[in-house]
């Protein structure tokens, strides 16, 4: 009886060109499967990297030495 792994290895050995075709189909699935989970996600990114954004800039902010941190304040 053969492991699953070998039996996958025979069958992949008679496809022409071994697994480079299907390697290929699996990066564009990959790829369109993320592109289509983040357009459905699109209004949670955006809210989420502007939270982030402004919150980065806070802590810059913060963390400015008072000589500079004048200067980002007039």
């Known amino acids: 009886m053969f492991t699953e792994l070998e039996l996958m290895f025979k069958l992949m050995d008679r496809v022409d060109d071994g697994v480079l075709p299907m390697l290929h189909d699996l990066q564009h699935h990959i790829k369109e499967a993320g592109l289509s989970d983040m357009h459905a ?31 980002y304040k007039h």
């Open 41 to 71: 996600c699109a209004d949670l990114i955006t809210t989420v990297c502007a939270s982030l954004f402004i919150f980065d800039i806070n802590l810059f902010v913060y963390f400015l030495p008072n000589s500079m941190r004048y200067m």
